[in-house]
């Protein structure tokens, strides 16, 4: 089993990162892929979800083109491409498949080290 995020780091307000994750066949088959994050003090929550055929959703916080989530199915990998970033996008951001709310909290589900993205104002 394998969840590789990476491409976190600190950004001001207003700029851009593209986020990466490797996922193991076992995780990414066909299963629709998701970000989740989880901010100091929060629970983890729900980002975006992809589809295998590419479908996409968001969670209200990050509509309106500021993060765009894509897949390439051939690699297993899934991204997220987060424009005008805010000081409340500070998280750890982690991928999965998608997950219901009940298992976004339970403790025996794998998420792999996650990768941290700061912004500051």
């Known amino acids: 089993v394998q969840l590789q995020a990476s491409g976190g780091g600190l950004v001001q307000a207003g700029g851009s990162l593209r986020l990466s994750c490797a996922a193991s066949g076992s995780i990414f088959s066909r299963n629709t892929m998701a970000w989740y994050r989880q901010a100091p003090g929060k629970q983890r929550e729900l980002v975006a979800t992809i589809t295998a055929g590419g479908t996409t959703n968001y969670a209200d916080s990050v509509k309106g083109r500021r993060f765009t989530i894509s897949r390439d199915n051939a690699k297993n990998t899934v991204d997220l491409q987060m424009n005008s970033l805010k000081p409340e996008d500070t998280a750890v951001y982690y991928c999965?498949?998608?997950?219901?709310?009940?298992?976004?909290?339970?403790?025996?589900?794998?998420w792999g080290q996650g990768t941290l993205v700061t912004v500051s104002s």
């Open positions: 999965n498949k998608y997950l219901s709310e009940y298992s976004i909290r339970a403790t025996n589900v794998y």
